[in-house]
């Protein structure tokens, strides 16, 4: 129990599935070969239902998940970096890119063996770094055939025919590309199975998200990681989509029963990009004072899908299912598909930081907090470019803003002493001191 | 009713004793590597030059970088929500309260209570802080209270790295070898230093009456420099350096 509790707590009764259906992720991606399956490595935002109509045995690992596991195992992430360092790369890249990098290099696969070499690589571009990343493997690979498509057409607000027509060609040179790298025939049925499961488990995760406006709390970012990173693994995937909807079902549970994530919460705030992956304990740091952070616009929007509600609150995206559309051909699949990724929440603001700032003052509102936490993120220039200005939009809209600088990869550019301190002298200009 | 405010910061200890609001005594030690037997000895030296016993204290606070060894206190606050309290006392007009210690800087912005509306500290760099102007007074081989004064003399303004402190001594070295007058490597000490705290500082918004508080601000090189960087007035009180251990001791009023 902790200390003046004033909500029950319980652990999340689908916590161990959460964990193996990850840890099979990561072995069925090593062993696939083994089973005659394919391999294939890209981005948590390339479109992952794609190379599914190659077959059900076709398995993948997402660059940035994958090096947000190496960063946490703290020891073989300083190996990492100092390889990619010796071969001349700068420290100031992307740290996930440059973890990915120092397991190909060092050739080691943090769950352990050697690093399992992709039969393709098939990427997106979203930010600058997510354009060179493969690019640079396959510098050290070149026998590994890659494909990426440009997404770079806009924010969703702007987006019509002509920028659509733009992705699903590429899209559909890509399936052809992918028969012609792996000999396969493409099953176009297939595809629309995956595009269907990736819009119904982004669609449920907004909803869990959103059952985290209740006071309490029934989750808090630090679980919400573990699990929505699931999505990040492989969001056109049956079982993923299938475990959301059992884990909504579980945190409704837990909303009608006032079950809460921090039994002492009454201090709610949210992050934003990437945490320091190295030191989630300043999550648990939090609630000695009764905070949370009860989730962000990066844990909410980097797997969820959204749209405005009737209400005008934000809710989850109406998906093609739900609206009674049925996928009747590839184009049509690619289509919905294209349409669904960019209508992604975090995808808007690689072209403005205000679109991102009314989307963060949205959450503050709409999930009732009292502050914010700002990690100024030298891993991440993507997500994190435009957040100063995020900083002045929130504290006019009279949200209390903490930053600390870090790093979501490079454990050597976090303070963890200054960041507790300024978590302390936060949360005294909120109001809140420790809970003894 | 007697309350204490101790500030072990990284390089001094503070303590300040009051009564009702009136200083009884204040006391400045080296915090060393023992800070917390430093603390203790300069804590009870300041109890017996005033005879008050340590039960008539009614609330011990401590702040600082250290205050976690100050084990007998019976409060700990930070030094951001120190600061503004003890600056508010002093100048009630404050309204930004400007902070430069040994290691750290930091820009508060709070109200007519001193209740903290905002704040800003530098991050991992000494380039603003107090051991960089000694580091660059000993590189001149002048005292440090000298550094700030011989600055004052200098009219030319010399540009220099303000985003690190290694950088920015590597330059000194230059300007010394290029027969650069002493003075005038000062002021672009000080100017530099000026410019990182002002661009900490501008995250939380200047407004009037500004309050420079700090061992620094004893500086007189660098308060040039600043008033030249943010062309206002600022205000600084006669023990800058106390101003968190004030802030601490009328917290334990309350």
């Known amino acids: 129990m902790t200390k003046n509790q004033q909500y029950k707590t319980e652990p999340l009764k689908c916590w161990q599935k959460a964990k193996e259906i990850r840890l099979n992720y990561y072995r069925d991606y090593a062993l696939a070969h083994e089973k005659g399956g394919i391999r294939w490595s890209g981005g948590a935002w390339s479109f992952g239902a794609i190379p599914q109509g190659l077959g059900d045995d076709v398995y993948c690992i997402t660059g940035e998940p994958y090096a947000a596991s190496i960063a946490w195992n703290k020891k073989f992430a300083l190996r990492c970096m100092e390889e990619v360092e010796k071969r001349g790369y700068a420290r100031d890249l992307c740290s996930y890119m440059r973890n990915y990098w120092g397991s190909v290099l060092l050739d080691e696969y943090v769950f352990g063996g050697k690093f399992p070499k992709p039969d393709f690589i098939w990427q997106d571009h979203i930010c600058c770094s997510h354009a060179k990343w493969y690019q640079v493997v396959k510098d050290i690979e070149p026998d590994v055939p890659m494909f990426c498509i440009d997404v770079a057409v806009g924010p969703y607000n702007i987006v019509n025919d002509n920028k659509l027509d733009y992705l699903v060609g590429q899209m559909l040179d890509g399936i052809e590309w992918l028969e012609k790298i792996t000999g396969r025939k493409y099953d176009d049925e297939k595809l629309i199975e995956a595009v269907y499961n990736e819009c119904r488990s982004t669609a449920v995760w907004a909803e869990i998200c959103v059952l985290n406006k209740n006071i309490p709390a029934p989750l808090d970012e630090k679980t919400m990681y573990s699990l929505y990173v699931l999505g990040t693994l492989m969001k056109h995937s049956k079982i993923v989509a299938d475990f959301y909807e059992e884990l909504r079902d579980e945190v409704k549970y837990r909303v009608e029963n006032q079950i809460a994530a921090v039994g002492n919460e009454r201090c709610r705030l949210m992050s934003d990009t990437q945490p320091p992956w190295g030191f989630l304990k300043i999550f648990r740091y939090l609630e000695k004072f009764g905070a949370l952070s009860v989730g962000s616009l990066y844990t909410f929007g980097l797997i969820g899908m959204w749209e405005v509600k009737e209400d005008g609150t934000w809710g989850p995206r109406t998906t093609p299912q739900q609206k009674g559309i049925e996928i009747k051909s590839r184009e049509q699949a690619l289509r919905i598909l294209a349409d669904w990724n960019l209508s992604k929440p975090e995808w808007q603001h690689f072209y403005s930081p205000h679109i991102k700032s009314e989307m963060m003052i949205r959450i503050a509102k709409e999930w009732h907090l009292n502050g914010v936490m700002l990690h100024y993120n030298r891993g991440c220039e993507g997500l994190t470019v435009g957040i100063a200005e995020n900083r002045l939009a929130l504290l006019e809209a009279g949200f209390p803003v903490m930053t600390f600088e870090g790093n979501m990869g490079d454990e050597r550019e976090f303070d963890e002493a200054r960041t507790v301190a300024r978590i302390d002298a936060f949360m005294e200009t909120l109001g809140f001191d420790k809970l003894e | ?254």
């Open chain 2, 1 to 254: 009713m007697v309350t204490a405010g101790i500030d072990l910061g990284a390089k001094t200890i503070k303590v300040i004793i009051l009564d009702n609001g009136n200083i009884l005594i204040r006391k400045i030690g080296l915090a060393g590597f023992e800070s917390k037997k430093a603390a203790e000895d300069l804590f009870n030296k300041a109890l017996s030059d005033t005879g008050i016993k340590k039960e008539e204290i009614s609330e011990i606070v401590a702040t600082g970088a250290g205050k976690e060894e100050v084990e007998f206190a019976t409060k700990k606050v930070t030094e951001v929500t120190a600061g503004a309290k003890g600056a508010v006392f002093l100048f009630p007009s404050a309204k930004t309260v400007i902070d430069v210690g040994a290691e750290e800087g930091r820009s508060i912005r709070c109200d007519e209570t001193g209740k903290v509306i905002d704040f800003a500290v530098n991050e991992k760099c000494a380039a603003g802080a107090g051991a960089f102007t000694e580091a660059m007074a000993r590189a001149l081989e002048v005292k440090l209270e000298e550094f700030g004064r011989i600055s004052l003399k200098s009219t030319k303004t010399i540009p220099m790295n303000a985003q690190c402190a290694v950088f920015a001594e590597s330059e000194v070295v230059s300007l010394l070898h290029a027969k650069t007058p002493k003075e005038d490597i000062a002021r672009a000490v000080h100017d530099a230093i000026a410019s990182r705290i002002t661009s900490m500082a501008r995250k939380v918004g200047f407004e009037k009456d500004i309050v420079l508080i700090g061992g620094v601000a004893r500086n007189a090189g660098f308060i040039d420099s600043l008033k030249r960087e943010i062309d206002m007035d600022i205000l600084i009180p006669e023990e800058p350096e106390f101003v968190c251990a004030l802030g601490a001791a009328l917290i334990g009023k309350k």
